[in-house]
C-alpha cells in the first residue's frame, strides 16, 4: 500500500550566494509594474521577482555586484537600493541551524 504523494517543494536560486534551496527559505524582492524594487514579504506580489537568504551577507553580495539589477531586468533607484540595504541590516550576519 502506497502512502500520500510527497508535496513538490518549488526550488529557488539565492542571487547573493547562487545556492539553491526550497522556496520558503528565501525573501523574495520584487520589481513592480511601476519600476520600482521592493522586498515582499508574503512572495505573492505581482512583477519580476527574485530571492536571497534572510542574511546581511547575501544581500550585501546582491546589493555590492549589481546582481539585483540584472535579475529584476531593471536599474534600480538609488532610493530603493538605500531601502534594500536598510532592511538587509535587520537581518542576521550568520546562518543559524534553521536555515
Known amino acids: ?3 500520500p504523494k510527497p508535496r513538490h517543494v518549488p526550488q529557488r536560486t539565492c542571487i547573493g550566494c547562487r545556492q539553491e534551496a526550497g522556496k520558503r527559505a528565501f ?3 520584487v520589481r513592480t509594474p ?3 524594487v521592493l522586498v515582499d514579504p508574503t512572495g505573492k506580489a505581482n512583477g519580476r521577482g527574485a530571492y536571497l537568504h534572510p542574511l546581511q551577507t547575501c544581500w550585501e553580495n546582491a546589493l555590492k555586484r549589481g546582481t539585483i539589477g540584472y535579475a529584476l531586468k531593471i536599474t534600480p533607484v538609488e532610493e530603493d537600493v538605500e ?3 536598510a532592511f538587509a541590516r535587520t537581518l542576521p550576519v ?3 541551524e534553521g536555515i
Open 34 to 36: 511601476e519600476q520600482r
Open 1 to 3: 500500500m502506497k502512502g
Open 94 to 96: 550568520e546562518e543559524s
Open 83 to 85: 531601502a534594500l540595504r
Open 27 to 29: 525573501i523574495r524582492i
